[in-house]
């Protein structure tokens, strides 16, 4: 009787936990999206490459796609950065810098485009300084990757973090016993353990940045064919009870960034079964 209590798990078995499983990703994920693409179908497939290839449509779309990518790819190298000073330093106030990090999560996304508004801006903190060399931050295309930037960060730290807090110190000073130099050790021993991690960070903080709307917003200003993202598009479109344009243009973002996350997850599964091999 015991024996038996023991073996039996406190969650229910494994038919239970699926089926919940399904209906819970069914009601919150599936059925949404599919109401989606049931919306962009009642359109004639000449409106709707009429409506995804308009000139404003597309610049949209360019200035979303490129700067989530060139935000990504600075927290994927700064947030590794900030990881490891975390993980391996001890010095004042690290407890203060780590909750820091978090405050991106935590933060509602309109005082942070308006706090980066206010720093940025030509009369502002930092921006005025900017100016003086000629560098406009504040309603252009740089302000959108800087708040990127700065709603991403957290997802690259929170991810490698766990990774380096359970990394052997031992295969470092093997490396160094073995004559390697610092920088042999980190690129041959530490990153190829590390790479998994950075790119589902990379993953993480590019998907935010693709959705991102109210930090961006108010940095942007707004310019359609030069700083106006796919969501406040989306936003323009339903304002102007456009439904059909605006779950076209939803749809190809759903698809473009599907497709994104599956090659970065192919890429992610191949380093694995590498690193397996090995």
């Known amino acids: 009787m015991r024996k038996s209590l023991r073996n039996r798990g406190f969650l229910p078995g494994f038919g239970l936990t699926m089926g919940y499983t399904i209906i819970y990703?069914?009601?919150?994920?599936?059925?949404?999206?599919?109401?989606?693409?049931?919306?962009?179908?009642?359109?004639?497939?000449?409106q709707f490459i009429g409506t995804i290839l308009d000139n404003r449509v597309l610049a949209s779309f360019r200035v979303s796609i490129l700067s989530s990518f060139f935000a990504a790819c600075v927290n994927a190298v700064f947030g590794v950065l900030v990881a490891w000073v975390l993980t391996r330093y001890q010095f004042f106030g690290k407890r203060f810098i780590d909750g820091i990090v978090d405050l991106p999560f935590a933060l509602p996304t309109a005082v942070g485009g308006i706090a980066l508004t206010s720093i940025y801006a030509e009369n502002g903190w930092l921006g005025?300084?900017?100016?003086?060399?000629?560098?406009?931050?504040?309603?252009?295309?740089?302000?959108?990757?800087?708040?990127?930037?700065?709603?991403?960060l957290p997802f690259v730290v929170r991810t490698v973090q766990p990774v380096l807090q359970d990394w052997d110190l031992q295969m470092e000073e093997a490396a160094a016993t073995l004559g390697a130099s610092r920088w042999?050790?980190?690129?041959?021993?530490?990153?190829?353990h590390l790479?998994?991690?950075v790119i589902t960070g990379f993953a993480l903080a590019f998907a935010r940045a693709l959705g991102e709307y109210g930090s961006v917003v108010f940095i942007s200003g707004n310019m359609p064919?030069?700083?106006?993202i796919v969501p406040l598009l989306i936003m323009t479109k339903l304002?102007?009870?456009?439904?059909?344009?605006?779950?076209?243009?939803?749809?190809?973002?759903?698809?473009?960034?599907?497709?994104?996350?599956?090659?970065?997850?192919?890429?992610?599964?191949?380093?694995?079964?590498?690193?397996?091999?090995?």
């Open 225 to 228: 064919l030069k700083t106006e």
């Open 25 to 46: 990703l069914s009601l919150l994920v599936l059925i949404p999206l599919s109401v989606l693409f049931l919306k962009a179908s009642t359109m004639s497939w000449e």
């Open 128 to 152: 005025q300084y900017l100016a003086q060399w000629g560098i406009k931050v504040a309603y252009t295309p740089l302000g959108i990757w800087v708040a990127l930037t700065f709603i991403g």
């Open 239 to 278: 304002e102007q009870f456009d439904y059909a344009g605006a779950t076209a243009i939803a749809t190809v973002m759903l698809v473009a960034s599907f497709v994104m996350l599956l090659i970065i997850n192919y890429l992610q599964w191949r380093i694995n079964k590498f690193d397996a091999a090995r």
């Open 184 to 192: 042999t050790t980190f690129t041959r021993v530490i990153l190829p």
């Open 195 to 197: 790479l998994p991690a």
